[in-house]
């Protein structure tokens, strides 16, 4: 089966499973006791033409199973409908997804640049000094909560005034060159990449020393020290490629956990991300935003899932694509 085949294939397979998210979640929207249009209804700068509009949209003055159907229609041609804001769903979705995949994609390099080595250290050198430091620090970043990892560094920028506090960017940002723009929003990235790394490092660092020490067991791991290849060559190239293939699974679950773990580092620390804005669409009930968030969270748990299986192929022989 060729590549492209596969994730057509894989796509059709995730439709039936998107449907039945959507189902559920708008049950649950309905069931809840609120007005949908009750922020629009209170924004003066909303006109009754707009409230109007938007009611007929959602067909409220119909049966939940039209409304269902009319939102899911308008869902495929793409008109997620407009916020309590008053603004559209669609745009307020495109001007955080920037911000959201920057901070996911240095948190996962950063994560398993130091994760990896920090696992394969650990078991290699296994009941040392430096495993037993490493125990300790995968413990407490495990049962440290997110945002109050984030409230402690927050807290210590403020104190020292070292990084910049809140957002992406500095009020002068438009003023700098191309330069110092791109050091500006790294010196606001430093604070929650930090945050979410030595939070999720903990999980990855604990499996790869575990998963490294299983197959450092295996029959063939023992045949190749017999032969008496070079404890590196066994390790790093017979090895770790087997190790490996547990974390490239945990991988594809991140896409879906970095939206929802970041939603609290990005409240606390006032980060302009998708997580920030869906906590903050469930608080005013934005109803058009929760369900988009709640769809766009299910594409990319899907999304990672089908990234994860397809680096699978390519780091495993053993594995195909059937």
Known sequence: M??????????????????????M??????????????YLKANPAISQETIKAEEERLGLNKPPVVQYVLWLGN??????????SGGSVSSLLLQRAGNTLLLSVSTVIFTWLIAIPAGVY??????????RLLSIFTAIGMSMPTFLLALLLLMLATKTHILPIGGLTSQDFFERNYIGKCFDIIAHLIIPVTVLTLIGLAAIQRQMRASLLDVLQADYVRTARAKGLMENSVIYIH??????NPLITLFGFEFADLLS????????????GLGRLT???????????????LMLGAIMLITGNLLADILLRFADPRITLE
């Not at 773990?261 to 302009?272: D, I, K, N, S």
């Not at 906590?279 to 968030?293: F, G, R, T």
């Open 75 to 84: 869902l495929l041609k793409g008109d997620l409908g407009i916020s309590t």
């Open 2 to 23: 060729s590549l492209p085949v596969y994730i057509l294939r894989r796509a059709l397979q995730a439709l039936p499973l998107l449907l039945v998210i959507s189902i």
């Open 25 to 38: 979640g708008f049950i649950m929207m309905r069931l809840a006791p609120i007005d949908p249009l009750a």
């Open 239 to 244: 090895a770790l490629k087997t190790a490996i």
């Open 122 to 131: 650990a078991a290699v050198y296994r009941n040392t000094i430096i495993d």
């Open 261 to 272: 773990g970041a939603a609290l580092t990005e409240t606390v620390l006032a980060y302009p």
């Open 279 to 293: 906590l903050e669409a469930v608080q005013s009930k934005d109803m058009n935003l929760v369900m988009a968030s």
